[in-house]
């Protein structure tokens, strides 16, 4: 769908899943346009923008919600407050890619709520939520997520960390995380918003069971789901492919953003 005044898009953060959904929009998606970005290193993210077909400005993350009527944030979690806030505040279309630090500021949706704007969280890389989300309108009686990665995906988070592991030195499949996605996304904050996307798509993040594995064996960053409701029982497998530059991120999770940006625009939309 062409639109004579195309939606306005803001990026926050231009890493792996910023730079590549700026780069299909400056390639052109129908009914959208790049309107600004924002990132920690100004320079390196405006020498990145000078290859580009239309250049935009370099602002910074509270000033997105100022030019675009959509902000994505895909930057940094420290730093998701600071989009988040102005994004909800100006009424704008806020689509986040921290969804573990959105549990903590659930405010944000009442907020959105009473000031116009709308919070889209994209599947990620992530499958079958619309079946989830299907199910969530009848009872679901239990959702659980195990993930097996690489171990290097997983070097630096926070639970890894206080269990002093060294993930260099293991060579077996090694649960080192079984939870609610709710403790999942505090100790793995960058690598388990996929089971944050699907605690909201069913039925929140203290009943969604998770289970991390550091699996060696394994080159593709696994996740595995099921899911018993009253109205099916069904189990998903999904082998997401690491970014090359950023292990613990998926190639599939800047096209998530991408399709998910087309649907606000598309004459057809496929999926719940």
Same mark, same amino acid.
């Given at each position: 769908?062409t639109?004579?005044?195309p ?7 231009l ?5 590549? *959904?700026?780069?299909?929009?400056d ?7 790049l309107?600004?970005?924002s ?9 990145r923008?000078?290859a580009?077909?239309?250049p ?15 902000v994505?944030?895909c930057?940094?979690a420290?730093?998701?407050d600071e989009?988040?806030?102005a994004a909800v505040?100006a &009424?704008?279309?806020f689509m986040?890619l921290s969804?573990g *630090?959105?549990l903590?500021r659930?405010?944000?949706?009442d907020?959105a ?7 889209? *969280?994209p599947t990620?890389?992530?499958l079958?939520l619309?079946?989830?989300?299907a199910?969530?309108? &009848? ?5 659980t997520?195990v ?6 995906g997983l070097k ?5 960390e206080?269990?002093g592991?060294?993930l260099d030195a ?19 904050p ?6 944050v996307?699907?605690s909201?798509a ?9 289970e ?6 394994v ?8 899911v ?8 998903m497998t999904?082998e997401?492919?690491p970014?090359?530059?950023n292990p613990?991120?998926g190639?599939l999770t800047?096209l ?16 719940t």
């Open positions: 769908m639109r004579s005044s939606l306005r898009v803001g990026i926050g953060g890493g792996t899943i910023g730079l590549a *959904v700026a780069s299909a929009l390639d052109g998606i129908d009914g959208l346009r309107a600004a970005v990132a920690r290193d100004r320079d390196r993210a405006a020498a923008l000078a580009f077909r239309r935009v400005p370099v602002v910074g993350l509270a000033d997105l919600a100022e030019t675009a009527d959509i994505i944030e930057a940094p420290a730093v998701f989009v988040a806030d505040a &009424g704008r279309i986040p969804v *630090v959105l903590r659930m405010d944000l949706v907020r709520a009473a000031g116009g704007g709308r919070i889209i *969280v990620g890389a992530l079958g619309d079946a989830v989300r199910a969530a309108e &009848g009872e679901i009686h239990a959702v997520m993930t097996r990665k690489p171990p290097r630096g988070a926070p639970h890894v206080k269990l592991l060294d293991i060579t077996e499949p090694t649960r080192i995380f079984d939870g609610p996605a709710r403790a999942a996304a505090t100790g793995f960058a690598n388990i918003n996929v089971a996307a699907l909201l069913g039925i929140g993040p203290d009943r969604t069971m998770v991390i594995w550091a699996d060696p064996k080159t593709r960053n696994t996740h595995r789901i099921r018993e409701a009253e109205a099916a029982r069904f189990e999904i997401g492919v970014a090359p530059d613990a991120t190639r800047p998530s953003v991408i399709a998910c940006l087309r649907g606000l625009v598309g004459p057809l939309r496929v999926g």
